[in-house]
């Protein structure tokens, strides 16, 4: 599996391309498809970061 990063970048070139309208329809649809699989991807690992965070910033606050 990419990194967070490799994915964000993958994800940023898929909608530069598709910004600037230079494929064609049917490679349009396919790289907008791989682009909502990225965006799932990367939404996915960020909550788990979120919930990551949340549960030291708990642990912390529970010692203090």
Do not use: C, W
């Amino acid at each position: 599996m990419k990194s967070f990063e490799e994915q964000y970048k993958e994800l940023q070139s898929i909608v530069e391309g598709l910004e600037k309208g230079e494929v064609d329809l049917e490679k349009s649809i396919a790289q907008f498809k791989k682009g909502l699989e990225l965006l799932k991807s990367l939404r996915g690992q960020l909550s788990k970061v979120e919930n990551e965070l949340k549960e030291i910033d708990t642990n912390f606050s529970e010692e203090s």
